[in-house]
């Protein structure tokens, strides 16, 4: 049973525009939302996190969108260059539990 | 500090094999995760343990499996007998309570590849 639904599986974006990644969950006991970045041959790193009491967060060119009644989250990426190429995961954890349960990943290639 | 360190970085074995994945978390962090990726299923959580205790190992696909902490700076996964479905990458990740318990760190992971 896959809990994190993650979408597109790949994204191709041209230099400076908008890359969005979606994800949606069903399990309403998740109450942190994380985006993980991952390079090649590299574990994956945090990238930024919300909690599901507010709506958005941004940090730098990028922004997390929580939608809490339709249980989807989403990631975007402004003025996107061609470093943010890599892999996008989106991740929650059950409240009062520790591990995390991922999305299938987001293959993301900026092309100049 | 180095991170979370795992070795071996990559792993070629045969079919029946044992195998043994290291880890070292960041020094201070009391949350050790370890995590399996392959394309069919993503990243999946195997076990963890906090303060050196197995907390949840639910995530462990069978028997074969096996994973201690033996101190806080050292964790094994073990594989006995390992067969090709096994073929992997595992991290392993470390975070510190009063951070939210939320902010793991991962390793560079370890290529298992069983033949």
């Known amino acids: 049973q896959q809990q994190v639904k993650q979408s597109p599986q790949s994204l191709i974006v041209q230099k400076g525009g908008i890359s969005i990644i979606n994800c949606a969950y069903e399990n309403t006991a998740f109450d942190y939302f994380p985006w993980y970045q991952q390079f090649p041959g590299k574990g994956p790193a945090l990238l930024i996190a919300i909690r599901p009491d507010v709506s958005e967060k941004k940090e730098g060119r990028f922004t997390i969108s929580f939608n809490k009644s339709a249980k989807q989250f989403s990631l975007h990426i402004m003025d996107s260059q061609p470093g943010d190429s890599a892999t996008y995961f989106c991740a929650a954890r059950v409240s009062g539990a520790d591990g995390l349960t991922f999305g299938k990943g987001t293959h993301l290639i900026i092309q100049p | 500090d180095a991170g979370v360190i795992q070795s071996p970085r990559h792993e070629v074995t045969e079919m029946g094999q044992e195998v043994t994945l290291r880890c070292k978390p960041i020094?201070?962090?009391?949350?050790l995760f370890w995590y399996r990726q392959t394309m069919m299923r993503g990243l999946e959580l195997l076990i963890y343990f906090n303060n050196n205790v197995p907390i949840d190992d639910s995530g462990m696909p069978e028997d074969r499996f096996s994973a201690k902490m033996p101190n806080a700076s050292f964790s094994t996964l073990k594989i006995q007998p390992s067969e090709p479905r096994d073929s992997a990458v595992y991290f392993c990740?470390?975070?510190?309570f009063g951070t939210g318990a939320n902010i793991q760190y991962f390793g560079a992971g370890t290529r298992l590849s069983v033949l």
């Open positions: 020094s201070g962090h009391d949350y």
């Open positions: 990740a470390s975070s510190q």
